[in-house]
Every structure is written in structure tokens, then in C-alpha cells.
């Protein structure tokens, strides 16, 4: 390919992101601390080689860690470079003060590519304990 062809590819990758295997997802929440009720978007980032990347799908899925259940089952958001993911937040057991949630955000989920990225918060119960 000419030097001209791989610099505008270099330019392209770089400002639209690569498409293909992701090494890194992070995951960038406004705070780890809401109150019961609280709604957020968390958003996942996508890299590879320490450019931004374009994985090929991207699923989720929300733990409560404190009463080892399950909130979301793996659910399929729109992918591109990054990825939106919408939290609402609740406590599971009205007895608890706290709650941690983990949010696990896989790209490229069940393939050879998939690399997984994990947060957690903590979800304060505003009527405290009953």
C-alpha cells in the first residue's frame, strides 16, 4: 500500500475508531456512591493497542454483590467506541443500609476476541432499615 493509503488509515482508525479485537474496556461512572433511586448512564470505553477500538458487539450485565443475585441478565447495547449503559438503581432487601452493585461489560462477548471490563458502586437505602 502506498504511504498515502496508510496514513489515511492510520487517520481514519484513529478518529473513528478500529473495528476488530478490543484488549482493554473501562468503564467511566459519574460516582460510585448513589442514593436509592438514583438513575445514571455508565459509559464503556473501547481500546486496543492504546487506540480507541470499535468491538464488533457489546453486552452487560448488573450483580448486586451483597445479596449475591443476579439484576440484569446480559443485555445487548449498540456498539461503537464507546457504549452507553443505562443503571437504576434500587435496593434489593429493604433491611440492608447499603447495597454493591457491579456492573461487567463484555466486548466481543462468547468469542475468542471477548475481553471483559468490571465496576462497582454502592446504593444507599434511603429509608434505611425497616
Not at 446480559?74 to 457491579?102: C, H, L, Q
Request: hydrophobic share 40%.
Amino acid at each position: 500500500m502506498s504511504a498515502w493509503g496508510d496514513a489515511w488509515s492510520d487517520a481514519w482508525s484513529d478518529a473513528w475508531g478500529a473495528t476488530g479485537a478490543v484488549d482493554q474496556v473501562a468503564i467511566q461512572m459519574p460516582k460510585t456512591k448513589f442514593k436509592e433511586g438514583d438513575n445514571f448512564t455508565a459509559v464503556a470505553h473501547f481500546r486496543r493497542d492504546n487506540a480507541t477500538a470499535r468491538p464488533s458487539t457489546v453486552h452487560y450485565r448488573v450483580d448486586c454483590l451483597t445479596n449475591q443475585k443476579q439484576i440484569t441478565d446480559w443485555t445487548e447495547v449498540t456498539t461503537g467506541t464507546t457504549a452507553d449503559i443505562p443503571i437504576v438503581t434500587a435496593i434489593r432487601r429493604d433491611f440492608n443500609r447499603t447495597e454493591r452493585k457491579r456492573l461487567t461489560v463484555a466486548a466481543d462477548k462468547d468469542t475468542d476476541n471477548q475481553v471483559i471490563g468490571t465496576t462497582h458502586w454502592i446504593v444507599v437505602n434511603l429509608a434505611g432499615i425497616r
